[in-house]
């Protein structure tokens, strides 16, 4: 497995953007798929964004699509979960994840590592 460090979580006012940022380490980063993933406590993870390999292949859940932007620097193993026009549901713990080959990369399940997660605060 990789190693997922996050950062850029905080806590923002509706309408204000912020940037999450999941570094790893251990093995080459353009290897593996990435994905980002919420989760509050006592529910299900749910499906956020996802990036291919070279990041050319991107894909969201339908509520994030035209706000949030899956992104990534292979050269400094590093993705990105741009969040723009934040609003008061999107409040959650995200986390990122990693994978060399799956299925299907909305599936949480289908991920073998795992960043600590990142606390995002949106206050109306």
């Known amino acids: 497995q990789v190693q997922l460090v996050e950062s850029g979580g905080g806590l923002v006012q509706a309408g204000a953007s912020l940037r999450l940022s999941c570094a790893a380490f251990?093995?080459?980063?353009?290897?593996?798929?990435m994905g980002w993933f919420r989760r509050a406590p006592g529910k299900e993870r749910e499906f956020v964004a996802a990036?291919?390999?070279?990041?050319?292949?991107?894909a969201y859940a339908d509520s994030f699509k035209g706000r949030f932007t899956i992104s990534r620097e292979n050269a400094k193993n590093t993705v990105f979960l741009q969040m723009n026009n934040l609003k008061p549901e999107d409040t959650d713990v995200y986390y990122c994840?990693?994978?060399?080959?799956?299925?299907?990369?909305?599936?949480?399940?289908?991920?073998?590592?795992w960043g600590q997660g990142y606390q995002v605060t949106v206050s109306s």
């Open positions: 990036s291919s390999r070279t990041g050319i292949n991107t």
């Open positions: 994840a990693a994978d060399s080959s799956l299925r299907s990369a909305v599936v949480g399940d289908e991920y073998a590592s």
């Open positions: 251990g093995r080459s980063f353009s290897t593996y798929i």
